[in-house]
């Protein structure tokens, strides 16, 4: 039986479409908030197995050691009735995970590595998809993050290739901490929700980079310009003006 409260799902979602790169502690985090959102067709790629230090996530258990990411959390999803999930145990890389992107009407990047993030920035430009990328700080150096979001119709907007350094090393994984990813991962799905719902969108109109302080629990809302000589889409200077 199927059964959906109105009451908790205020905006209809059931139609809407969200592919996640990296099924991890922020990805899998944000599947099952976009799931309990009411979000209807959900997918994940992660070429991943299961380790030791992916278990204290509420995503994994000890019996998903060795498994790949995307299959496990398959199983934990399978107990929310409402959303359908798909995945692919590859990396974006893959031309296999074109047709999820193809698909989506927001893709969100959770991937640990810069050129992870700037391959599916660069599909999502590609197939015309708006998108958003999260990201954990290293807990060594603070607690907290960076959400960006990249709305089609802003054309001032930068993408990742924008901003991120394809030459550095930047995988801050085993010195994270739950908290903070599953806290990053609530925000991100609650922006979600308001792009596919397109209430309450105002912000994303003007601003594009949020910087989450999870030390002293304030958000910065940044606008972040296109860079001229991007290579992922860095055509054109009109936007700059904008
Ligand atoms: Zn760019």
Redesign the pocket.
């Known amino acids: 039986m199927t059964y959906t409260s109105r009451k908790t799902i205020p905006y209809d979602l059931r139609e809407a479409r969200v592919h996640t790169v990296g099924a991890g502690r922020a990805g899998g985090a944000l599947n099952f908030f976009l799931a309990g959102a009411g979000v209807g067709a959900l997918s994940s790629n992660d070429p991943q197995a299961v380790e030791p230090d992916n278990l204290n996530t509420f995503a994994f258990s000890s019996a998903d050691i060795g498994a790949k990411k995307v299959k496990a959390l398959k199983h934990r999803m399978a107990l929310r009735e409402n959303s359908t999930f798909r995945w692919l145990a590859l990396p974006i890389q893959a031309d296999e995970v074109d047709a999820f992107i193809q698909a989506a009407d927001l893709v969100i990047c959770c991937a640990n590595t810069v050129p992870g993030r700037l391959v599916t920035?660069e599909k999502a430009i590609r197939y015309g998809k708006p998108m958003m990328q999260v990201a954990a700080f290293d807990g060594r150096d603070c607690l907290g993050g960076l959400i960006s979001v990249r709305l089609l119709e802003n054309s001032w907007s930068?993408?990742?290739?924008?901003?991120l350094d394809p030459n550095r090393n930047w995988s801050p994984a085993g010195t994270l901490l739950s908290t903070v990813t599953s806290a990053l991962a609530a925000l991100a799905a609650n922006m979600a929700v308001a792009i596919l719902s397109g209430v309450h969108t105002q912000v994303f109109r003007e601003k594009n980079l949020f910087y989450v302080d999870l030390e002293t629990y304030a958000i910065e809302a940044l606008a972040v310009q296109?860079?001229d000589g991007?290579?992922?889409?860095?055509k054109s200077t009109e936007m700059s003006n904008d």
């Open positions: 920035e930068a993408c990742a290739g924008c901003y296109k860079r991007c290579p992922l889409c860095g």
